[in-house]
């Protein structure tokens, strides 16, 4: 199905998940899930652990198809996939290719001539300060270049939109707050559709548009967020303001509430 | 590192100082054991009348082609079972229970069908060589990393691009522990199959050289031997350093 609505870039109705666990039993994962993004927003999706994100933003990119449901994408390729860019939770660079290799493959795998893909990939590793080590092997660098390079990587084809797991798991508070700007200087100068999932709220309030809360498993969408901070915005200096603790405590009840049922199961 | 060395060749040439004084005396018998200035001489004597590079030649050759088809069959058909299924679930377990078979108490057979010449030699070494790069091929593409694929399946890549730019690179470094094993096992082909039927080559010489008592042309056979297992493994990691760059050496062992 292919969107007619203006400015909407990806819609979602009906959508359902469920697993076969390897002990037998059915883990339902979405249930009846409907959702819609909007060209060049950042969107971020909240949820308590294991409700089902990852596999929400699996199913959206391609990876594996919905039991039942629709998907309607607006997309330069109709419905096709490779104007999706998709980051894990996992460090899926390639390691037995360099920096330069990794961040050029998805030009490299659309045939562009390695000296058009070359231009392009510099750049951007210029613009995450990876210069120094473009042709270095991943396991030369550290958890948060790393970070960057799958990040870029996922820029460097140009696709509509890109999906983000959780990419900063596992960093440090520096690092992150670090990525964190990059990210947003990237999405304010390419303003692609960003679809970004975490489990920590701060973090979703400070980079995005408009934020999901995810119910526990089965799940939903159970509420959502517009955030009105002002942009550009500060990754650090925004966290001190008043609208911040304010938009902060109004989402926490919400997401709280879920995560207690989940817990509780 | 330079210690090492110089432990290293110390204790070699200890053991072969003392070898030589040894025999000299007939503390240990040269009849049956030999000794490294008697060895060392019919090497030259070896060399001068141009047998040795005629023998070493036909060995070789018959090592080297069986390496190089043994090995080429063994990463296709691993790569070949690794990925199609159905294939794996029909052909495995046969290709396993083949394995049992001692493959060199076959050699006379395969010297009824291939005759005395090189070919029976080379499809010795060639088998032996097949079963080993064949079980790491196949092991080696079994475990590629599953997100590896889905992520450059992710990046727009095709089946045949996610065959040549994830499968392919990351079972190298199997395919080349099976080519180190492969190495050892292609001189063992070619010997063993000399031992069983043939006119020229290290494996026919030592057979006749122990037939005449000649101890000291069959520690030169094994000498030539040592020489090229060294040589080729010593290539091979050569290779393996410039093809496996991308991984951290991990290595605390030797050197
Ligand atoms: N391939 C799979 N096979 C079986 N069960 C799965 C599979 N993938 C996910 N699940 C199950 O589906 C549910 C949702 O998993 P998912 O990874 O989407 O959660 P998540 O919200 O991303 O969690 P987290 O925040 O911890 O990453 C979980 O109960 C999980 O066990
Ligand atoms: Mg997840």
């Given at each position: 199905m292919v969107l007619t609505v203006d400015n909407i870039l990806l819609s979602v109705s009906d959508l359902n998940k469920s697993f ?37 933003l699996n199913i959206l990119a391609g990876l594996y198809p919905p039991d039942s449901g629709t998907i309607a994408r607006d997309m ?190 | ?217 069959v520690m030169s056979c094994i000498f030539l031997l040592l020489l090229i297992g060294l040589t080729l493994n010593l290539l091979l ?19």
């Open positions: 076969k666990s390897s002990s037998g039993d059915t883990v339902e994962a979405l249930k009846n899930l409907n959702l819609e993004i909007k060209r060049q927003e950042f969107l971020a999706i909240v949820g308590p652990s294991g409700c089902g994100k990852s596999t929400l330069a390729d109709g419905n096709g996939l490779r104007n999706i860019g998709h980051i894990s939770q996992a460090d899926t660079l390639l390691p037995w290719r360099t920096v330069v290799q990794n961040v050029e493959l998805g030009l490299e795998l659309r045939g562009v001539s390695k000296g058009r893909r070359r231009a392009v990939v510099e750049k951007l590793i210029e613009q995450v300060d990876l210069s120094q080590f473009k042709n270095n092997y991943p396991f030369e660098l550290s958890g948060g270049m790393k970070k960057r390079a799958i990040i870029i990587r996922a820029l460097a084809y140009d696709p509509d939109i890109i999906f983000m797991d959780e990419p900063f798991v596992g960093l440090d508070v520096q690092t992150r707050d670090l990525l964190e700007e990059d990210i947003l200087k990237l999405w304010h100068e390419t303003r692609k559709t960003i679809v970004f999932v975490t489990h920590d709220l701060a973090e979703a309030i400070t980079l995005a548009d408009r934020v999901i809360i995810m119910s526990s498993r089965p799940s939903t969408v159970k509420s959502e967020h517009t955030i009105h901070l002002p942009r550009p915005r500060s990754t650090v200096d925004i966290k001190f303001t008043e609208d911040f603790t304010e938009t902060y405590k109004k989402i926490w009840d919400d997401l709280s509430a879920e995560v207690k049922k989940s817990r509780s199961k | 590192m330079i210690k090492l060395y110089l432990l290293r060749t110390a204790l070699i040439f200890t053991v072969v100082f003392s070898w030589e004084i040894l025999a000299a005396g007939h503390y240990i018998d040269p009849f049956y054991v030999s000794q490294p200035s008697r060895i060392f001489n019919d090497l030259i004597a070896f060399y001068s009348s141009g047998d040795l590079v005629k023998h070493l030649a036909i060995t070789l050759k018959a090592a080297l082609w069986g390496l190089a088809i043994g090995g080429f069959v063994g990463v296709a058909i691993g790569f070949l079972l690794g990925r199609i299924k159905l294939l794996a679930d029909v052909l495995e377990p046969i290709v396993t229970a083949l394995y049992g078979i001692p493959k060199l108490a076959l050699a006379p057979i395969f010297i009824l069908w291939f005759g005395v010449g090189i070919e029976s030699k080379i499809f010795l070494s060639g088998l032996l060589v097949f079963y080993l790069v064949f079980f790491s091929t196949f092991s080696g593409v079994r475990s590629v990393d599953p997100q590896l694929i889905g992520a450059v399946r992710l990046l727009g890549a095709s089946r045949i691009q996610i065959l040549m730019k994830v499968i392919f690179p990351s079972s190298v470094p199997w395919i080349l522990a099976g080519v180190r094993g492969g190495i050892g096992a292609s001189l063992i082909g070619a010997i063993v199959g000399e031992y069983m039927g043939a006119s020229a080559g290290i494996g026919w010489m030592i057979m006749y050289a122990t037939s005449f008592f000649q101890t000291d042309r990691k050569n290779a393996e350093q410039y093809l496996l760059r991308w991984r951290p050496n991990l290595d605390f062992s030797t050197n």
